[in-house]
């Protein structure tokens, strides 16, 4: 196997300098790593990992390598890597197979090498990675897994699953399909779902996104966001924060849902909702997070105004029909890095973001690294947490612990130098009674 694939490994140096740049704003991170390079709990694995490459997840995969572990590193979408830090893992001994721009084939073959290696653990984010194994091991004759399978050297993927202690998974959509592999009785080893910390999704998801979605827009386009009728797809954790962020540069922001909860909160949120179908024919730009399937439609697609801007923030490049976009249309080219031109047959001319797949990491450099540090230290601490319990653990989607969770919020805290108020013994005896009332 090769000891790495990227880009260009001269890019180094600048590589170095971004993941500086990311460990002086992951404080907690930096500190799980000082003790992992004392305690050394990965001594003698191999983590297997399929992350979007960035400057964050390098902060991560030194602080895995500190606690004794070899990493190996595939991307989890083929545009997102960014090729300085790839080359700076590479030049310190990472095993990274990674660059901005992966064909399809070269995607899925990163990931049979990372498969090859035989990892203790697997690292998902989406679960590209874990799936694949699966595919491979249920025998669902999936012509992706099958590139992997190739590109891992035909392992003998039965021995693979039997050594894999655990996987951890980063992003919702991830956790979704790893959860219906659970109800359908198909998964083979334990995973814990990180999405679902409250350290990870309450700030990930709602802060992260929302400003780096706006950031890949802007970067991308150059638009000015105020005065804009921004149509925000989705009112889940992502979509809450990108519709805050809008309305704070000043769009006026419209909601669309399925979920009649959610649409209500966007209501008293303050926000317009309404169906995708009256939506499509007032918004400038549209952003999707549902982590669902042609959320816009050639029927959405077709009422747009002239100008109309597509941009998607959710996992995979499913959430606009791309199929639907490129029959309406009569030419297409690029007038942009990441802006394409669609010119449809009605004669109006939409605008796709980053070829639909998530603007923040292909646009932008993703999610600053001040939440990554907590969605990360989740990461880290799962990992060790595999560990420590193997042999305890059933193939199940596992929650991180509350009180890891809290550990992260309180090493948070404490690194923006904030305190905060410590329960009496009085209260804690008043809310674990009943006698008291009236
Ligand atoms: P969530 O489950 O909290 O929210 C999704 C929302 O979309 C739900 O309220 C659901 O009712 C709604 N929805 C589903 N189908 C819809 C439809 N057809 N029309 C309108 N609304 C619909 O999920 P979360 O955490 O907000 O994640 C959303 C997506 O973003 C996932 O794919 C996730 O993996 C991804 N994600 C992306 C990140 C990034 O960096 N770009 C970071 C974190 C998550």
Redesign the pocket.
Known sequence: MEEYLVKDIKLWQKGEELIYWAERHMPVLMKIKERFSREKPFEGLKIGASL?VTKETAVLVRALVAGGAEVYLAPCNPLSTQDEVAAALANEGVHVYAWRGMSFEEYYSAIGKVMGIKPDITMDD?ADLVTTIHKIYWNTGDKDAEMALKASGSIDIKSLVKKIKGGTE???????RLRTMEREGILLYPIIAV?ESYTK?LF???Y??GQ??LDGIIRATNVLIAGKTVVV????????GIARRAKGLGAHVVV????PI?ALEAVFDGFTVMP?EKAAEIGDIFI?????I??IRGEHIVKMKDGAILAN????NV?ISLKDLKELSVKRRKIRDYVEEYELKNGKKIYLLCEGR????VAAE??PSEVMDMSFSNQALAVEYIVANEGKLEPKVYKIPDELDIRVAELKLESMGIRIDKLTEEQKKYLSSWKVGT
């Open positions: 979007h989406g980063e992003t919702t959509t991830g956790v979704n999405n999704y990930d998801n709602r992260g996104t780096s979605t797809c989705g009112y889940g954790w992502c979509g809450r669309t849902e399925v979920d959610k995708l999707t997070a549902t982590g669902n042609n959320v923030a959710g996992h995979f959430e998530l603007v923040n990491l993703g999610h």
